[in-house]
Structures are given as C-alpha cells and as structure tokens.
C-alpha cells in the first residue's frame, strides 16, 4: 500500500552511461514532481508535472528528461552521466488543492556516478 | 525570489530538552509553510504544516506558528527524545506550488 513509490533505491553506473528512475504513485494526485538532493542535504526541485503536462522546469541541463505516461507515474531519464549528477533523486506528488500544496515523498533513489 | 533561512546545525540536546529550530522565510503573497523530517536512510515525510497567518501547525508533540509580521515558522518541541534525531527541512510553496527548502538542521538527541 506504498503511497508514492520509486526504482530503482540504489543505482551505481559509470560516467557517460544513461539511466532511468521510475515513479509511482496510487494517491490519485494530479501533480508529481522531482527533487534532488545534494551530498549537503540540500534539496531543489527539478520539474514538476500536473496531468502528464510540464509545469516546472528549473533550469535543470536537457541530460535530463522527465516523462509522464499518466498522471500516476513520472519517470526521469538522465543521458550521458557526470559525476555531479551523484545524488539523491526525490519524487513526489500533491493533489494541489487549492491553498494547500502537501507534497508526498518516495523513499528516494541514491544515484552513484563513478 | 522566494527563499528559506533555517538555523545551522547540527542541533545536539539530551532527552527530554526543550527543542527550538528557527526558520524565516522570504516570499511573495502569501506562501505555505511546512516542516518536513528525514530520518536516516529515508525520504522526506510532512510534519506539519500552517497555510495562512497566526495558524498553529502540531503534530507528535512538535508546533510551529505562522508569523508573518515576523515572517517566521520556529519548529518547538517541549522533550525531545533520542527517535526525534533526524533532520528537519523547512518549506514554503510560493504560487506556482513548488515547494523551496531551507538547508536542513540536523538534530541528535543523546540519552
């Protein structure tokens, strides 16, 4: 009964490979949304989409392509992999009911570029 | 642009201290405030949260009260105990619904 899900948790790869992480999430929320956070702890959002449309895209590098085949799943393609990309990947989802923006959180996936 | 101030950690207290993480916010309108826990080796969950001026956010013993005349939300808990360790991110959600973090505190309570 996970509400919002991601795979792989672990992902260890070789510079130059490309990868994907893949979210799920059976809330029924509209909007989902990718975070990343830093070897620091700090957390910055990536992109967000509401109805499988982009909504937030924040000046992330076009390595990487988020893609919503429905509103219940957003995954993240990353091409070409840095070392820098080495992080933690947050996914999550809000119903975005109007003056409330709870987001709900995955366990995350720790992504290792060597 | 919108921004979160928190304080900077780690926060290191014995069980059953008096908890205050303080956390101001710059923002635009009138943004939401949140506090999300991480606890080691997990994601993120809500804690609390306060969607309009004066409202009093609780939960598991801990409070936060939007303030905006001083454009603060401090994290309080009366007795902190050793499964409190973790960190704590402060958050609004400004117009467009993402939400901006603070740089986290971390929190270690010793028995």
């Known amino acids: 009964d996970t509400a919002v899900s991601q795979t792989p948790k672990y992902l260890v790869t070789q510079m130059g490979n490309d990868k994907s992480i893949k979210c799920e999430q059976n809330?029924?929320?509209?909007?989902m949304y990718w975070y990343k956070q830093d070897s620091k702890k700090f957390l910055k959002i990536m992109f967000s989409y509401n109805n499988k449309e982009l909504i937030i895209n924040e000046t992330v590098p076009n390595r990487f392509s988020p893609k919503s085949p429905d509103k219940a799943h957003l995954n993240l393609h990353i091409n070409s992999l840095e070392l820098g990309d080495s992080a933690v990947y947050f996914c999550?989802?809000?119903?975005?009911?109007?003056?409330?923006?709870?987001?709900?959180f995955g366990p995350g996936t720790r992504l290792t570029v060597l | 642009g919108n921004s979160v101030t928190q304080m900077e950690g780690p926060v290191t207290l014995s069980e059953e201290a008096f908890l205050t993480i303080n956390c101001t916010y710059t923002?635009?309108?009138?943004?939401?405030l949140f506090w999300y826990v991480q606890y080691p080796g997990e994601g993120l969950q809500l804690l609390l949260k306060?969607?309009?001026?004066?409202d009093k956010g609780s939960n598991k013993g801990f409070e936060a009260t939007y303030r905006k005349e001083t454009t603060s939300f401090h994290l309080e808990k009366g007795s902190v105990q050793v499964s409190d360790s973790a960190v704590y991110f402060c958050a609004l959600s400004d117009s467009t619904d993402k939400l901006i973090f603070g740089t986290g505190t971390r929190l270690q309570v010793f028995p």
């Open positions: 923002a635009t309108g009138y943004p939401s």
């Open positions: 999550a989802s809000s119903p975005r009911r109007a003056g409330s923006n709870e987001q709900f």
């Open positions: 809330l029924g929320h509209d909007t």
């Open positions: 306060a969607t309009k001026a004066d």
